[in-house]
């Protein structure tokens, strides 16, 4: 996740800053006990369960799970990407970001493209205002009921009829022609001239999370001019598949995002923030995509899809449907929201109003209803081999959920509509009954959820209090033992060893990205039970654990060579330093309140 940006700049930011200032500056905190507190910002709530560890330099939701260092409570609470949160950080404690290591543009994909798609933006704004054609846009755009404010709110402009006025106010020079050929924004000729891509249009700049402007979308103005809309092209920007129109304005408008409206169109973005709905976004003429989701969800835990009520509208929701199954997980829900015959959201919001529009979207039909819906409405549900094909269509729907909880309040609402018992109906799909599944989580072993592994022991102890991996003077002989975890256990006794003064909250940013990251998160939560004085003796004794494995497991593998005399010398000399080392090990060590007794 930190792309270009050094390890060592980011290790060093999260050093110097207090995520207690942080947050407190964003979110006012008090204190409790070691801690401080507040009502989570992530969700709604009557009695604080928002901690922050200034030890740890970690913050925790104990009621939505929402936890990280400053850089994550930046990317959630402010929606920032992670090059834009650290970049805050870096701007807040006075470090200068070494943007000679980190480029999106420059380097192996030639010179920044941003600042000529910038000038266009500015070229096109500028002609909205003095061009002596862009009456007829501007009364356009006053006919569909759009202020001067919203317009300049979404930075639109006009494209003048012409094939090259956009060339010549920008294409003053070799490079920045072929950047306008680069980014889209003009065509080459054949004869090895080019001309503008966008004319007599109404121009819709598209940023990125960012706020830069990645490229356009041009709205005809002359009924008689197609096509309606024209997209800029896949570019070293752009790539269509994977914007949204309006996301980085909806983050501007809004603090809080509760929910996102996913629309067809930049008018109908534009029009709805109009009449007072910030959230809504555009798939900028496109299908949903797997790679739509992510920006969506990691903006707001609820969608709504917003769908013509024809059938085409409702393929198109099928479709998504299809692609949002695997993803409903973590609280995330969606919806789907479909219009009568002939409405568009613009229309519709003008004829009924702010208020009504959102009861619609309120009383949209949630995924799991529109599933069971739309394919109940396939068979015959009077007939018992039709109530049989249900469950055939439903199956490999069911597959794609990786949300168990969701899934089986699916097939039990599946097994209402067909008649049958829920338990006989998850047997028939091969499912686990929802109480296996629950008694597996919680069915550890007695000896387990009172004492942990020694490695699990010894990781959470390094989170509480990193310097104790200063007592460990050689991690790597653990690399012998194959117990879970062993790995990450030395990686991590190395990282802070070389990084004396590191906090949890940036040893979790080290793993941000990788598998494991999930897991130290989860023990960096736990709330230890050890006091304080007695963390170094528990860490001692995981340690003594440890070499105990590792002293037994190869002074066993020396029993077993000997058994066939193939023992050298250096072998006999090794088993009997194991020898004196298990004996060693064997010995108990008296803990610290035992001393003091």
Known sequence: MAGRIPQHFIDELLNRIDIVDIIDSLVPLRKAGRDYQARCPFHEENTPSFTVSQNKQFYHCFGCGANGSAIGFLMDYEHMDFVEAVTELARRSGM?????EYSNTTSKSGPDLHPIMQAATNFYQQQLKQHPEAGKAVDYLKQRGLTGEIAARFGIGFAPPGWDNLDKALGNNKQNQQQLVTTGMSIAKDDGGQYDRFRNRIMFPIRDRRGRVIAFGGRVIDKEDNPKYLNSPESPLFHKGKQLYGLY????????????LVVEGY??????AQHGIYYAVATLGTALTPDHLQPLFRTSSEVVFCFDGDRAGRDAAWKALDIMLPELKGGRTARFMFLADGEDPDSLIRQIGQQAFEEKIVSAISLSEFLLQNLSQRVDMSAIDGR????DLARPKLTKIS????KHMIITELANRIGMPSTELISLLGEKPATQIYNRALAKPAGESRKPSPVRSIISLLLEQPQLAQQEPNPERFLELKEPGIKLLVELLELIQQKPSISCGAILEHWRDRPEGK???????SASTIPSEGYEHEFQDALRHL???????AYNQLLRKSENNRLSPEDKKQLTELLIEKQSLSQSVPRIDENQK
């Open 96 to 100: 200068e970001l070494p943007t000679t």
């Open 249 to 260: 304005e909806t983050k501007q408008a809004l603090r809080q995002i509760d929910r996102l």
């Open 267 to 272: 008018m109908d973005v534009v029009a709805l």
């Open 388 to 391: 049989a094909r249900l469950i």
């Open 403 to 406: 949300n168990h909880i969701f």
């Open 519 to 525: 897991h130290l998160n989860k023990l960096a939560l």
């Open 547 to 553: 070499d105990k494995q590792r002293v037994e497991r």
